[in-house]
């Protein structure tokens, strides 16, 4: 079966310090992932995508992900958190039947405190 | 340039009434998704239309749920005798049809929809 799980509800950063959110995915065939972020009454905004290539691809904001295939995973990181980057986040990857559909995950609320 | 635009962004009705959300996508998006988004959780697919290809309606959660494309640019989703459960944020996406599903998509701000 298809799936994307995000196991974190919620994760918690002080801002300044180094965030991951987590990311694990089951498709057959070469995955297709991304990252969006959704700010509080905002619609969902397009962060990085991992096609094919370099195992780590950088996005806007600051944030990065690295593919890891053995893992099958797609963590979003980001070196220095900002409180401005409270958000909640959501990984999608391509459904293996239909390219044109994504599979999300129930996303994660990031909250950065000063 | 001008992203994806919904209408309207806010919308109280009682159970029983229909209604009509619209969606612009960006300009030269070929492709459009209607999701729905219950608070604070993930997104619910509806509906895709390609081009002028057929419609891909298999996340309409019933037959009071309907869209249509016309002249493969804007987009309406209309709902039937509205019930208290279709309270969410309906939010649409454009995309690129890039080969394979490379492209992103691009959303809009959502209509959150109220029945009461």
């Known amino acids: 079966a298809q799936s994307v799980a995000q196991p974190e509800d919620q994760v918690n950063v002080a801002e300044g310090n180094p965030l991951t959110v987590k990311c694990t995915y089951s498709?057959?065939?070469?995955?297709?992932l991304f990252w969006y972020v959704q700010y509080p009454n905002r619609g969902l905004q397009f962060l990085l995508k991992?096609?094919?290539?370099d195992n780590l691809v950088k996005g806007s904001y600051g944030f990065e992900a690295e593919f890891n295939k053995s893992q099958t995973s797609f963590h979003l990181k980001k070196p220095s958190a900002l409180v401005s980057d409270s958000a909640l986040y959501f990984c999608?990857?391509?459904?293996?039947?239909?390219?044109?559909?994504?599979?999300w995950g129930a996303g994660t609320k990031l909250i950065i405190k000063p | 340039g001008a992203g994806v635009s919904q209408s309207p962004s806010n919308k109280v009705t009682e159970k029983g009434k229909d209604v009509e959300l619209r969606c612009d996508p960006i300009s030269g998006h070929t492709a459009l998704y209607w999701y729905r988004q219950s608070l604070g959780q993930g997104l619910e697919f509806l509906i895709y239309?390609?081009?002028?290809?057929?419609?891909?309606k298999s996340g309409l959660p019933s037959d009071r749920f309907s869209a249509e494309r016309t002249g493969g640019s804007v987009s309406t989703l209309t709902i039937q005798r509205t019930q208290q459960e279709d309270s969410a944020v309906y939010l649409c996406a454009s995309s690129l049809s890039l080969t394979g599903g490379q492209g992103e998509q691009y959303f809009g701000p959502g209509t959150r929809l109220t029945v009461t």
């Open positions: 239309f390609q081009g002028n290809s057929a419609p891909d």
């Open positions: 999608a990857v391509r459904a293996s039947d239909r390219n044109y559909q994504l599979i």
């Open positions: 498709v057959s065939g070469n995955p297709y």
């Open positions: 991992y096609i094919t290539g």
